[in-house]
């Protein structure tokens, strides 16, 4: 059984940062990416940042770039997603995403490419 677990999320003033980890459990599959997703309250599921399990395919989405940074890969079971320079925007509750196999130079960030979830982890960006 597929299974996606968050963890790291929680209270953070502007400007700090979070180190989030995606543990991944069950997979028995030569290729295939996670994701993270983000969520806000009235807003769409955007995709973060993802990476293949080899790292051979990476990819950080141009609103967070330079703030936020991805596991080359998955290492010990785990895409860890680095988030600097945070800001009271970057609020959400953060979800990894499993996808099979994908082409391409890079993987994708659309959300309809994923099709296992984690249940999220929440973060909180405030003075």
């Known amino acids: 059984q597929l299974q996606l677990v968050e963890s790291g999320g929680g209270l953070v003033q502007p400007g700090g940062s979070l180190r989030l980890s995606c543990a991944a459990k069950?997979?028995?599959?030569?290729?295939?990416?996670i994701a993270w997703f983000r969520q806000a309250p009235g807003k769409e599921r955007e995709g973060v940042g993802c990476?293949?399990?080899?790292?051979?395919?990476?990819n950080v989405a141009d609103s967070v770039k330079g703030r936020f940074t991805i596991s080359e890969g998955v290492i010990g079971n785990k895409v860890d997603l680095q988030m600097n320079s945070l800001d009271p925007e970057d609020t959400a509750t953060y979800y990894c995403?499993?996808?099979?196999?994908?082409?391409?130079?890079?993987?994708?960030?659309?959300?309809?490419?994923?099709?296992?979830w984690g249940q999220g982890t929440h973060v909180t960006v405030a003075s």
């Open positions: 995403g499993f996808s099979y196999v994908q082409t391409g130079t890079d993987c994708s960030l659309a959300r309809h490419d994923y099709i296992y």
């Open positions: 069950g997979f028995i599959l030569n290729h295939y990416v």
């Open positions: 990476t293949s399990n080899t790292g051979d395919m990476r």
